[in-house]
């Protein structure tokens, strides 16, 4: 397998691992704000697994097979999975490192893309990493003391 189909499913598994933390999150945070990050992780899951489908079927337009299955996922994600119950405002900390790690992955890809002249492919990683710098911004508001 070439290096940037390898990438790319780098990006995808990792992608999944950050909308599986994000619904961790929804589920598990308490606090006084409670409300208000269930309803924020919510948002941003919701909105990263609207591109999961999409995303796969791009690996499979440049004619790689797409990884799916938790083994597959777990062995490629550069998110790292969410064991612990985290105090409110590490479990936002956590999400806005990965989302600025997420932003970086897409923006990294779109130029190995469109070198590739992938210029579909490539449109749809800018979607990404604009989606991701969203997040990025929500996240980082939530912190600001
Ligand atoms: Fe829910």
Redesign the pocket.
């Given at each position: 397998m070439d290096k940037f189909t390898n990438q790319l499913k780098i990006a995808f598994a990792s992608q999944y691992a950050f909308a599986i933390k994000a619904?961790n999150y929804?589920?598990n945070v308490e606090g006084i704000d409670f409300y208000q990050k269930?309803k924020m992780f919510?948002k941003i899951y919701e909105e990263t697994y609207g591109a999961v489908d999409d995303f796969a079927e791009n690996i499979r337009k440049i004619k790689a097979y797409t990884p799916a299955s938790l083994y597959r996922f777990s062995a490629l994600a550069a998110i790292d999975d969410e064991v612990e119950i985290l105090e409110p405002q590490a479990m936002v900390a956590e999400l806005l490192s990965d989302a600025e790690k997420m932003q970086e992955i897409m923006k990294h890809l779109f130029v190995e893309a469109e070198a590739l002249g992938h210029h579909g492919l490539s449109n749809f990683l800018a979607d990404r990493q604009d989606a991701f710098a969203k997040h990025a911004w929500f996240l980082r508001s939530t912190l600001k003391a």
């Open positions: 619904q929804h589920w269930h919510q």
